[in-house]
């Protein structure tokens, strides 16, 4: 089977085993009342929103997960080409870490009833740890080069590429769970980068002509898996949501996304791919720093998608054009990555 059938077929496991989980599970979770809490510091339209389900990242973790499953050891059986998994294997293991902590923290709001979970102190103990492992194994078990490539050319940093990449890293992660804030947003980012990531590995497992391409079409299915689960995701969680990703789910994301770009070892691409991502953080980091140090506010509300909802930006215009914006660099990023 070639890998173009292989990516479609993984990918449509995915989003029926997604679209029937989703159908199950929202009713009952709405009916054991696992729904969000609405903080009063966020936005107070949002109130509306409260009590709806949570943990939609967990469905669409799971629907990924089989489907994968089903595609080593159907699609391309893992025990003939393991070999040129391990890779892969590596990186979705550290998003599952990240995963881990977002359920922690969420299973502390849901059913602790605690509004804050985690503390940051608590989440950045975790998250540094994790990434910490996740370097350790791709130097010592993955011989992962300690040189990005740049458009300007290969830049070696040493020691220092583990420091600048476990600060980038936990970094990242975190904005993208800062983006998860209204309907669509984390899921029509995430799905546009796996989108190009997928067209990534194809592209590369036909350039390659040993076994060497096994690794790409490994790679390829594995995110299509996820393109799967997030499309089925997303059919429930466009605006008005009928359920939420929950920290579980925005976690995973940015771990899973940061894993897949180092994994083709094109650490620097992390940059104009994660652009939504790191303006998120940053307006964070702006407006507090302002305020602290001015005792003046940059944006109306902080992260920045909220400072566009109360320009009067509809939820649904905030997700297309931050997608648009998105794609766009998605496609500067496939540029850099093959010229």
């Not at 077929?9 to 979770?29: D, E, H, M, N, R």
């Not at 977002?102 to 849901?110: R, S």
């Not at 989108?195 to 590995?201: K, P, S």
Request: net charge positive; glycine share 8%.
């Amino acid at each position: 089977m070639n890998i173009y059938a292989s990516c479609g077929i993984t990918a449509a496991i995915s989003f029926v085993i997604g679209i029937v989980l989703f159908k199950i599970f929202i009713p009952l979770l709405r009916k054991v009342k696992l729904g969000q809490k609405i903080l009063e510091i966020g936005p107070s339209w949002h109130k509306a929103k409260e009590g709806t389900p949570n943990l939609g990242g967990v469905i669409f973790i799971v629907s990924m997960l089989v489907a994968i499953a089903v595609a080593v050891t159907v699609i391309l059986p893992i025990w003939e080409y393991g070999n040129y998994a391990k890779g892969i294997i590596v990186f979705v293991l550290f998003a599952l870490s990240q995963a881990v902590i977002g359920f922690i923290d969420d299973y502390v709001k849901l059913f602790k009833k605690r509004n804050k979970g985690l503390s940051a102190t608590q989440k950045l103990i975790l998250q540094f740890l994790t990434t910490g492992i996740y370097l350790f194994v791709n130097a010592y078990f993955l011989d992962a080069d300690t040189a990005i490539n740049t458009p300007w050319g290969e830049l070696e940093l040493g020691v220092f590429y583990y420091i600048a990449m476990l600060l980038a890293i936990v970094y990242i992660i975190n904005c993208a769970n800062l983006t998860d804030g209204i309907d669509g947003l984390a899921g029509s980012i995430a799905f546009i980068i796996c989108i190009m990531l997928v067209i990534f590995g194809i592209h590369t497992s036909n350039l390659i002509s040993s076994l060497y391409y096994l690794t790409f079409d490994y790679f390829a299915i594995s995110v299509s898996a996820l393109v799967g689960a997030l499309l089925a995701f997303l059919v429930f969680n466009f605006h008005p949501a009928k359920i939420f990703m929950g920290d579980t789910g925005s976690l995973f994301l940015g771990g899973f996304i940061v894993g897949a770009v180092m994994f083709t070892n094109n650490e620097f691409v992390l940059l104009p791919i994660s652009c939504i991502w790191i303006i998120e953080g940053l307006s964070v980091v702006l407006q507090v720093f302002s305020f602290k140090v001015f005792g003046k506010r940059i944006f109306k509300m902080s992260p920045i998608h909220h400072h566009f909802e109360k320009c009067g930006w509809s939820e649904v215009k905030i997700v297309a054009v931050f997608s648009l914006v998105t794609a766009a660099f998605a496609a500067l990023s496939y540029y850099i990555m093959y010229f």
